[in-house]
């Protein structure tokens, strides 16, 4: 029987079902098939958009080990046929050897793989291309099972992100706190190669930053683009040049002239997390990960990371349990609730003040941030122990 049947579990039992086939709900399989627990993973067809895909996700150093230790990394050797990286030949990882961060009133900050000790500071991924390769290497795992309706199991994960109706359904409260801005997200080819280089800046309440892709020599970029939303909107319906000169002339024409190379897209943002990430039903026990847990602003980065190690998490515990203790027992899921709980509050607090601190127009608050940029950067320890943090090394 195939890895990935999708015949009736009406017959079958299973260890552990994970409702959401998204990247974390796909490494969790992945994880736990390892430990030869049956997985069914259950994922609905995704409706067809016809909109190319233009999300790019930033994964620290923790988040590509833990993808290849599942051989699931994109740029490992072995792509699958058919895969983006195998028929045109462009890299779909870029590794990141620089990141520079700028104010609005002079304020300055940078970061260097090479300050830190390591090939790269994060990598930018296709999600396409991570996606192809989490389904190849579910494909040929045993112990998984692709389903398109859950079957009972010890325990029921839900990773169906942010609009959970599983989790809604079952009572666990998720608090959700919109903020005025949308993210908007397009694909921009750059008169100038980006050299690796990721950048950021902090103008007057909005937050942009341009993503290198298609390996180190490339001159292509990832927008994510958080405004006010009606700002977002007039983007939204501009034309394609007026709003690839509106990036050009915000980002200093840092990388020279800018063509839009995919329609822009736009999502709401918002502050939002899970009260109890664990429950308990007649049929076995529940676990939140990845957006169905917390969803924070994109300003840093993160929102993958702390997915996937609510995954690598998830995986310790159930691997580590005492032999007589169920999947599904609530002392067992407390381990990981309290300690990715912790996490999470943390960085959501993180992303949360910076947010408003630079949402702030006041002037003496303008100045002070700045000069707090720019002081950071000259404090060598200081930038070392927050590279560090992002680089998922904070050990």
């Not at 990394?73 to 700028?102: I, K, N």
């Not at 009133?105 to 500071?121: K, P």
């Not at 998984?144 to 994960?157: G, K, N, Q, R």
């Not at 007649?282 to 169905?292: F, S, T």
Request: net charge neutral.
């Amino acid at each position: 029987m195939s890895p990935t049947s999708h015949r009736s579990s009406a017959h079958r039992r299973f260890d552990v079902t994970i409702r959401g086939g998204g990247v974390v709900g796909h490494t969790l399989a992945l994880l736990l098939a390892r430990d030869r627990l049956r997985v069914a993973l259950v994922s609905a067809p995704r409706p067809a958009t016809g909109m190319p895909d233009v999300r790019a996700y930033a994964l620290n150093t923790a988040a590509r080990d833990l993808l290849r230790s599942v051989r699931a990394w994109p740029e490992d050797s072995a792509a699958p046929a058919g895969s983006p990286l195998s028929e045109t030949g462009v890299p779909t990882v870029t590794p990141v050897s620089g990141m520079q961060v700028f104010g609005d009133h002079g304020g300055a900050l940078q970061f260097s793989a090479v300050d830190q000790g390591s090939e790269a500071l994060t990598w930018i991924v296709d999600v396409p291309a991570l996606e192809q390769r989490l389904a190849h290497a579910v494909h040929f795992q045993s112990g998984i099972e692709c389903l398109t309706e859950a079957p009972p199991a010890a325990l029921t994960v839900i990773c169906e992100g942010k609009r959970s109706a599983t989790r809604d359904e079952l009572g666990l409260t998720y608090e959700v706190r919109p903020y005025p801005h949308k993210a908007v997200a397009a694909r921009l080819r750059c008169a100038q190669p980006h050299g690796g280089v990721a950048r950021q800046w902090f103008q007057n309440g909005e937050i942009m930053a341009l993503l290198p892709l298609e390996g180190p020599q490339g001159n292509s970029v990832a927008l994510v683009w958080s405004l006010e939303a009606q700002q977002a909107d007039h983007w939204l319906a501009a034309a394609p040049e007026a709003l690839a000169q509106a990036v050009q002339t915000r980002c200093a024409q840092v990388l020279g002239e800018m063509q839009l190379e995919s329609p822009a897209q736009a999502w709401p943002l918002e502050l939002s997390k899970a009260q109890r990430w664990i429950a308990r039903t007649p049929q076995g026990g529940v676990v939140l990960a990845g957006d169905a847990a917390h969803a924070m602003h994109p300003l840093a980065g993160q929102g993958l990371n702390v997915g996937l190690a609510d995954a690598a998490e998830l995986a310790r515990v159930l691997h580590g349990r005492e032999y007589w203790r169920e999947l599904g027992d609530l002392k067992l899921l407390r381990r990981y609730e309290r300690a990715r709980q912790a996490d999470v509050n943390a960085m959501g607090w993180v992303t949360d003040g910076l947010f408003g601190l630079f949402a702030q127009t006041d002037s003496r608050v303008m100045a002070l941030r700045n000069w707090g940029m720019t002081g950071v950067d000259r404090l060598g320890p200081l930038k070392h122990w927050l590279a560090r943090q992002a680089m998922g090394q904070a050990g």
